[in-house]
């Protein structure tokens, strides 16, 4: 194995992005709490959206929408987008501009079903020409930096992935993320790093590589199997919100000041964040798809999920989550 990727930044179109460690789009996860914890807890150097349809987006208030709740210091910050249909795209990008985003990301990586109807995501992918078109008419729409999210595709097929993503590079995507892993594989499957890495080789734009990395050692590992540009971290970084910090300190090198914040501070900044940013109806169900991923850290966190889940309030959730983290606190003194 050759030795990991260790470039310490990237930069599209003049914009840098340093470490480059990026945060996923992630449906009900990677709204404006999440991204801004994960910048308190250091080293993520792109953040980006929840998924968001092109169609709907110049009618949603920035003020309202809990897609669109975004704090001064998320930044840089890309907006995903999906979308099948070139007319919808002028539109959204001038809604976009008005939001002041740092880039536009094309989703072509979501299996979610409810993207198959609209032949959207990881669908839209087996219509490359459509795909084209896409690309050609966002690249010209704005000036910002343009990238996309894919998949490996539907089966190993070498010769069509490349073509695939020697196409986005040729139509002007900036930055390309490749997830892993085939677009009907669920997450148990260990993602094909090495198919990353094929990519890397045949573009000239950056790449990222997405999937399975869930500690510093998965980062290595990663990073030495795909020769990838930087690194996008999804619900590793869900589970444990300072490992952006922990992969840009001890693989980049670079200098993170930690934050200090015992696990069960995290978890109560996590729920201000989402009294501070929210309206009240939009924060306990984004307290509890959190709560399901941070009980990873926990011998017994499915003590934790669960009594959240339970829960039918934030504050009912905060009690429980507080009484476990004093159980959890006083077992650990007892050993």
Partial sequence: MSAPSTTSSLSLRGLTISPPLAL?????????????????????????????????????????????????????????LFLTEKEDIA??????????????????????PQLRRHGAGVFLTGDPQRVRILIKTLRSATHLPVSAKIRLGESLDEGRLLEFCRMLEGEGVDLLTVHGRLDREKFCRRPRWDWIGMVKKTVAIPVLANGGIFSVEDARQCLRASGADGLMLGRGAARRPWLCADIAREVYGHHIVFSGRTKQEVFARFAALLEERFPAERRLGRLKQFSHYFAGNFQFGHLLATSVQRSETMAEAKQQAGEFFLHAAECQLAH
């Fill in 91 to 112: 539109p959204a990008v001038d809604r976009l501009h008005q939001l002041d985003a740092q880039g536009i990301d094309l989703n072509l990586g979501c299996p979610a």
């Fill in 24 to 80: 996923a789009p992630m449906v009900g996860l990677t709204h404006s709490a999440l991204r801004t914890l994960v910048l308190e807890e250091g080293g993520v150097g792109l953040l980006f959206t929840e998924m968001l349809a092109a169609r709907k987006l110049p009618q949603e208030s920035d003020q309202a929408s809990p897609y669109l709740i975004r704090g001064q210091e998320e930044r840089p910050l890309f907006y995903q």
